[in-house]
Nanobody
Framework: QVHLVESGGGLVQPGGSLRLSCSAS????????MGWFRQAPGEEREFVAA???????TYFSDSVKGRSSISRDYFKMMYLEINSLKPEDTAVYSC????????????????WGQGTQVTVSS
């Protein structure tokens, strides 16, 4: 069982940057592939980024590709950084852990955090 907690959300102006953190409860975190998803009001949850167990494989959605990065340490933290933020990036961002590879599908993740709100507005 892995308990995940996100932090780093808030109100950001368009064009700004933010760094979201995901903290895991267990050192078994290293066994899991990790992902970030987001959900805007009235919208379905969508994939944002994913990283494999060893950090060697990463994937990004087209919506954030080229202006974001995902990383993890060897303890129990994972990070998502997004630059050049747009109002359409406004959503609740959640991290997830799974054992099916760095996947774009939410179905492949077993554990989820509660999410952190990101609002991009002037």
């Amino acid at each position: 069982q892995v308990h995940l907690v996100e932090s780093g959300g808030g109100l950001v102006q368009p064009g700004g940057s933010l760094r979201l953190s995901c903290s895991a409860s267990e050192r078994t975190f290293l066994r899991y592939d990790m992902g970030w998803f987001r959900q805007a009001p009235g919208e379905e949850r969508e994939f944002v980024a994913a990283i494999s167990q060893n950090g060697g494989t990463t994937y990004f959605s087209d919506s954030v590709k080229g202006r974001s990065s995902i990383s993890r340490d060897y303890f129990k933290m994972m990070y998502l950084e997004i630059n050049s933020l747009k109002p359409e990036d406004t959503a609740v961002y959640s991290c997830a852990a799974g054992s099916s590879g760095a996947s774009l599908s939410s179905d492949d993740y077993e554990y989820w955090g509660q999410g952190t709100q990101v609002t991009v507005s002037s």
